[in-house]
């Protein structure tokens, strides 16, 4: 299914009441000593809404764990977040799915109580340059009863914004990336959410909910329902504040008594569940009322299937004007069963965060092999000076001083492109900016083509790791087969060849595919037995979108009989994520085995109307050293399959 963007958040009807700051109160929080400390649960106040010194949340897990230090030891804790990775890629590498990372960075703001470093920014940029970004969660196993959600927020003082901060739920079967289907009525059987956001137009903080019982916008749509519509519950912009929901679960399917509960800054601000509060509907507003009638509950799912599985942690501003920024900061992010509550405010002296570690640099590169080529794409490549001879000395010289030394022998070839390719400057590149190759489509290109070719001899390798991170420009265009060809890897003339592709997000050639954006990463071999086969994500599968950058790494060991034995492997990862894994590949029966040339000549069926890019910023090759060294004749780029 295709990723949707989340629709603009809409206040379908006027809510009561003046517009004014609601000055909050800060949660009172005990903290006493941990062995003496019992996690005493929120109050069960359903009716009191606005925030009073009289109803803060007392304790909760965040009192036994001051600073959050230690606290995703605790049994009831599920996952936890404090933004203190190293790099980026760490952070990205904990979370299933990315949109517009590359605009994300750490910020030293972080919040009172905070003995991290650092803090998430996510900005946006109007005029349609940029409208944010997000982070999802997949939880697996989900959760079958009940969730808590705590983490901090700093809201901007100025900009035009939507969506924004956590939304929980579920979705049936479960997905790696969120699809709100933002207008549309779950069925009960199929995804309900749970968010909590501040309307920007009036300040408000509110409910904004989907479920299968949830009521009618009045414009015939269905919007997130806002569920307490109270003009004094608003948060202040400016400064951190601390938010916490709680879903729970109707149980049994059939029975509307599911809950949904927010606290702001420890103090529960709103609490729905089977029978309480009471209150007014209009459209797809509840606001709450003693003098009106009992909420019903929620019935969020009719089928056990569907359970809480998945955190979206988010700033979608749509409708920004031109040349205007704006940026949302994120910190302490934790999930767990049972009420989490604020940050003691006094416990940020004497402790301290540990750092997540940077991700490898090649995570998933299998142990024993050696290193082969490491290119940065520093330079435009270029044919290797040395020719023929140069090579033969190479190979020569390795017979007697051990195992090769990573070379840097890439050629260029400007194929159907009326631009070559070029070494440019991007700042967002993830692994080594800020240079990085840009490979040019022009209108003019021929169908069935690459702009250019870059290529690097291979010494008849059997088992070979190659790893880069790649980019589309926000302007592509799908193809009928998918978003176009990536690399290519050659064995002996006429025996065939290997090529990787974005493939479109559904379907596949026999059944017939359903169109990206997004794009599944996948493979295709040339060769008998299999004429031409296509190899799709067989274990989980990681959504390419164009305008992000994304790390892919591809695993390919031959046959130990070529077209006898069946258990060669062809592997791959998307952001650390194993997308593909077969280890029953027929390769293919040559006079001579192994691969011989490595390839980026990414090939489009047709290049659109305007000009369009692909962005390579690093690339890294490895292989077996105790294979034949002896490699082919340096020569240009062999023509491999345009189809």
Sequence with gaps: MKAQAPRPFKLDEAGSGSRHLFDRLPAVLAVVAASTLACAQPSENAQSRTPTASNPAVGGLAALYPGDVGIESHPDVLFVERFEEAALPALFAEWTDVRNGASMAFSADVPPGSPGVQSLTIPWIGGGVSTGGHLYKQLSPGVDDTLYVRYYIKYPTSGTYSHHGLWMGGYNPPLAWPNPEAGVKPSGNDRFSAAAERNPVTGRFDHYDHWMDMHRSRDGNFWGNLLLDDPAV???????????????????????NGEHAIWLDGVKVSHLGPGFPRGRWSGGIFTQDPAGDPFP?????????????????????????????????????????????????????????????AVPVWPNEPAGLEPFNDQPWDRLAQPDPTGYVGRALERL????????????????????????????????????????????????????SEPSVHWIALPWVKEVYIGWWIKLSPNWIPNPAGAGKITFLLSEDGAGLVYTGFY??????????????????????????????IWLPNVATTFVNPGEWHRVEFYYRWETTPGVSRDGIIRWWVDDQLNGDYSDVHYPPASRSGFKEFQFAPTVQLAGPVERYMYIDHTYLSTRSDEDTSAPAGRGPVASVRK
């Design 397 to 448: 010289r390795g017979l007697f001083s051990g195992p090769r030394q990573p070379r840097e022998v890439w050629g260029y070839l400007r194929r159907t492109s009326s631009k070559d390719a070029r070494i440019i400057a991007d700042a967002s590149a993830p692994f080594s900016p800020p240079n990085v190759l840009q490979i040019v489509y022009t209108p003019d290109m021929l169908p069935d």
């Design 504 to 533: 479109h997000q559904g379907g596949d050639e026999v059944v017939g595919w359903r169109s990206g954006p997004p794009y599944r990463i996948g493979a295709n071999t040339v060769w008998a037995p299999y004429g031409q086969k």
């Design 234 to 256: 608003q948060v202040a912009t400016g400064r951190w504040t601390c938010v916490e929901q709680m879903v729970k679960l109707n149980d049994p399917v059939g029975a509307s």
């Design 297 to 357: 509950g929620f019935r969020w799912r009719s089928d056990a299937a569907l359970n809480l599985n998945w955190l979206w942690l988010q700033v979608y501003a749509p409708g920004e004007l031109p040349g205007v920024t704006g940026q949302f900061m994120f910190d302490h992010l934790v999930a767990a069963r049972s009420y989490i509550g604020c940050l003691p405010a006094a416990t940020r002296a004497g402790l301290s965060v540990t750092r997540k570690p």
